[in-house]
T-cell receptor
Framework: DAGVIQSPRHEVTEMGQEVTLRCKPI?????LFWYRQTMMRGLELLIY????????DSGMPEDRFSAKMPNASFSTLKIQPSEPRDSAVYFC?????????????FGPGTRLTVT | KNQVEQSPQSLIILEGKNCTLQ??????????LRWYKQDTGRGPVSLTI?????NTKSNGRYTATLDADTKQSSLHITASQLSDSASYIC???????????FGGGTRLMVKP
């Protein structure tokens, strides 16, 4: 299995532009998570899907952020318009089943730089 | 307030030496605690998971302990290797849902 796949691996954009991050979870996993990691705040959970349905989006920082999961094998995290403070590494993780005791498998992350 | 504090923030040791990383938490109600290893430029990978009733769990050269009374956990690395250089993150799950509280991590560097 290729693991969780994220694209792009690196993204540099100018303030005000729209940014779309992509994630392909591990086949058969039905829970998907988006995280953001910065030096200042560490890892933060942004949103969590189960069976393609957003369950908890309380970590989404503001309306500029939106996430979708149109099917079991694809999810996007969009930032519109982007701001310099959005610069971070964004991780996607997937999990088999809905039990919190199951392990989450993380992707390699997308490093976003907003200038 | 639900918090996870890790210490030290960074650590440098010589190859072959042992080290212990600390994690103190105030998360309540406690569900489980995981230690993750995050290599530079990679996503975190789970090393161990511990529930309330577990005191010690090993994964190769990694041994995690949990004291639920004092709300402390440690990760002991035995006979360190260069490949152990990474950030180690303590994550505590609160309650029955998916509420996770992340520690700030300890950055370990193993030198030859």
């Amino acid at each position: 299995d290729a693991g969780v796949i994220q694209s792009p691996r690196h993204e540099v954009t100018e303030m005000g532009q729209e940014v779309t991050l992509r994630c392909k979870p591990i086949s058969g996993h039905n829970s998907l998570f988006w995280y953001r990691q910065t030096m200042m705040r560490g890892l933060e959970l942004l949103i969590y899907f189960n069976n393609n349905v957003p369950i908890d989006d309380s970590g989404m920082p503001e309306d500029r952020f939106s996430a979708k999961m149109p099917n079991a094998s694809f999810s996007t995290l969009k930032i519109q318009p982007s701001e310099p403070r959005d610069s971070a590494v964004y991780f996607c993780a997937s999990r088999l089943g809905d039990s919190p005791s199951y392990e989450q498998y993380f992707g390699p992350g997308t490093r976003l730089t907003v200038t | 307030k639900n918090q996870v504090e890790q210490s030290p923030q960074s650590l440098i040791i010589l190859e072959g030496k042992n080290c212990t990383l600390q994690c103190n938490y105030t998360v309540s109600p406690f569900s489980n605690l995981r230690w993750y290893k995050q290599d530079t430029g990679r996503g975190p990978v789970s090393l161990t998971i511990m529930t309330f009733s577990e005191n010690t769990k090993s994964n190769g050269r990694y041994t995690a302990t949990l004291d639920a009374d004092t709300k402390q956990s440690s990760l002991h690395i035995t006979a360190s290797q260069l490949s152990d250089s990474a950030s180690y993150i303590c994550v505590v799950r609160r309650g029955a849902g998916n509420m996770l509280t992340f520690g700030g991590g300890t950055r370990l560097m193993v030198k030859p």
